[in-house]
């Protein structure tokens, strides 16, 4: 059974939020692949598009932009074909969005969409 932090969860919600209101059709959450998870699955007129949810309440240990990885990015890659290729109806065109949320001492959310990080 995984365990699921509930700060990255609320993260998530929110993200889902922001992403309908935002004009995307959400397809699939938490999408697990032995090496690799995609937080958001969504379409956005044409385009597949995989979102990768980064949320923090500090940045004791580095903001939430820091937190993506080289190694994590060509994971998202690899996880973001597996799936286009089981879900052969879905928009060919993809990209990988990554949207952090930092929330602040009052509970505020602040968040930022970053459209295809990977160039992918």
């Known amino acids: 059974m995984r365990i699921v932090n509930p700060i990255a969860r609320k993260g998530e919600d ?3 939020d922001y992403l309908k209101n935002h004009g995307y059709k959400l397809i699939e959450r938490n999408f697990r692949k032995g090496y690799g998870e995609i937080d958001i ?3 956005k007129g044409k385009t597949l598009v995989f979102v990768e949810v980064k949320t923090r309440t500090t940045d004791l240990f580095g903001g939430a932009r820091e937190s993506i990885s080289g190694f994590k990015l060509r994971n998202l890659t690899k996880t973001a074909q597996f799936y286009s290729l089981l879900h052969p109806k879905l928009p060919e ?6 949207i952090f949320i930092e929330v602040n001492s009052k509970g505020k ?3 930022e969409q970053i459209e295809n990080i990977s160039g992918f």
Do not use: E, T
């Not at 065109?93 to 990554?98: K, L, Q, S």
């Open 14 to 16: 929110v993200a889902a």
């Open 41 to 43: 699955v969504a379409v």
């Open 93 to 98: 065109a993809m990209r990988i969005d990554a």
């Open 109 to 111: 959310f602040n968040i």
